[in-house]
């Protein structure tokens, strides 16, 4: 994925989620849209470099969105939630997904469950199916473990739910980390954020939902998800 003519800028604040107020280099603050809805601890450090990529459309109110944030002024992180799934999505029509390869349909945001969508749902040719959540990982908080969810979330914990009914039913369920964080080595859930979640998590385990995780490569052009990581 190309993310070319990106401006950097410095972060000033964020607030009521959506906005950014961020300096560029020349001085000019401006208000960016922020396209994530979550805490997003640990990637809003005071100060902390970020890009922005900049719309021509004279309807949108605003004309910035923030895309990417330097965090502990070292790794890059991504921070737009509507990128995962394409990234994902790419990885695995290109192979580079093992664990997902000998598909021949691939399709996106599928109705299944209660009133949910699936991120991706895989076919193979004799009609077995595969779902696929994605979930964005960004939480780095020590020696390169990163976590999820960084808040808690009760819609996670449904969507948890729904995959297991999915093996329960005969298909196969995935619940794929994207790790859009290049500090982040190894995945766990986050216990000390949301225990509900993670209770679920191990239940769902259990009863056969698969965990990947994959790190993203991150630069200030591109974006691709590449290499597998642990989950612990």
Known sequence: ????NLIEG???KRYKRFLADVQLSD????????????????????NARVWLSKSDNPKRKLAYTWELVEVDQ???????????????????????????????EQKAEVKYGEKSRIDWLLTKSDGTKCY??????????????G????AVTDRGRKHLYELAKMVEEGHRAVLFFCVSHTG???VSPARHIDPKYTDAFYEVLEKGVEVIAYQVAITKETMEVTT?????
């Open 1 to 4: 994925m190309h993310i070319q």
């Open 10 to 12: 410095r972060l000033i």
């Open 27 to 46: 001085g000019e603050v401006v208000t960016a849209h922020c396209p994530n809805t979550g805490s997003m601890k640990r990637c809003q450090q005071d």
């Open 74 to 104: 070292e790794y890059l992180a991504c921070i737009n939630t509507g990128y995962p799934n394409k990234l994902v999505g790419e990885a695995i029509a290109n192979g580079i997904v093992a664990e997902l390869t000998g598909y021949i």
């Open 132 to 145: 696929v959540e994605v979930k964005n990982v960004t939480l780095l908080e020590e020696d390169g473990l």
């Open 147 to 150: 976590y999820f969810p960084d």
């Open 184 to 186: 982040i080595q190894t």
């Open 228 to 232: 597998p990581i642990p989950v612990r």
